[in-house]
């Protein structure tokens, strides 16, 4: 920042949007959010961002193309009202939606989504953090003004089993490598989920080193725009099972099939509200 001026951008926000809510529900590992905002790295900077009234400040980022960049990662420009308007047509969340108001789904880059999953995969949040963290400090670029970018496929697929197992990735070291090594050379198109019918793009990762159900799903859902994916979890398992089966268990294909019938191209929507409300109100 040239003469020490602060680089700040205002990106506007229509109502019901909830900038911290929707950064902290799973669907990506790269925010470190608090009380007051979030911070985290876009556009190969190191950003903040605070909601304010009717906005969200960045700190870090002025530039008109990469503000508007993050505002469709972030989800400002979907139409919130129309959709939770649309699910409080069902019973259970039109209850919910009085406290899960306001998520977005997320619009992130195909390869650090694909990446950030097969990490997480039986895995928990803090030793993701941290291989994360890992990673981009061993194989990430410097960013101007500290901290390290996402490594590219390019340098994973690249990097040694044991130098990837340094960074806490267990058993999923090879099934990484594998899959980056299959970016870096071509061989996955990461553009063709955007375009194929959904059932083709979802065997399509599946057929990934390290990807389940679940995985692909996310994928599809935070990286693609696919409404019509429903992530399982084992908190969304519970609450579908509790709120619309009456704590009767059902299968994970099960659960699947009935949110896509019940929700059609909502079901992602509609598993991002069920999954906070699980995380806040059910006890296992």
């Not at 669907?27 to 950003?47: E, L, M």
Request: with cysteine.
């Amino acid at each position: 920042m040239a003469g020490g001026t602060r680089r700040r951008g205002i990106l506007p926000v229509r109502g019901p949007y909830h900038l911290l809510r929707t950064l902290s529900c799973g669907q990506a590992f790269g925010w470190r959010v608090d009380g007051t905002g979030a911070a985290g790295v876009f556009a190969q900077r190191r950003i903040r961002l605070t909601p304010r009234r009717g906005a969200v400040e960045v700190d870090g980022l002025d530039d008109a193309a990469s503000l508007e960049r993050l505002a469709h990662y972030l989800g400002l420009d979907q139409p919130l009202r129309a959709i939770e308007r649309e699910l409080a047509r069902d019973a259970v969340l039109a209850r919910i939606l009085r406290t899960t108001s306001g998520v977005a789904i997320l619009r992130q880059d195909p390869w650090e989504c694909l990446a950030g999953f097969v990490i997480s995969a039986f895995n928990n949040i803090p030793k993701i953090e941290l291989t994360l963290d890992r990673l981009r400090r061993r194989f990430g670029a410097p960013l101007p003004g500290g901290g390290y970018a996402f490594p590219q496929p390019e340098a994973i697929g690249a990097a040694s089993e044991r130098a990837l197992r340094g960074c806490v990735l267990g058993y999923r070291a090879p099934y990484l490598r594998a899959v980056a090594r299959r970016v870096s050379t071509g061989t996955l198109d990461l553009r063709a989920p955007f375009s194929l019918p959904y059932d083709e793009a979802r065997r399509m990762l599946l057929d990934l080193p390290g990807v389940g159900d679940k995985v692909a799903d996310c994928v599809l859902l935070f990286a693609y725009g696919r409404g019509d994916a429903f992530p399982v979890d084992v908190w969304v398992k519970r609450a579908v099972e509790r709120w619309y089966f009456r704590g009767r268990a059902q299968a994970e294909r099960r659960i699947r099939e009935f949110a896509r019938s019940r929700f059609g191209s909502l079901a992602g929507y509609a598993q991002q509200h069920l999954f906070v409300a699980a995380r806040t109100t059910l006890r296992f």
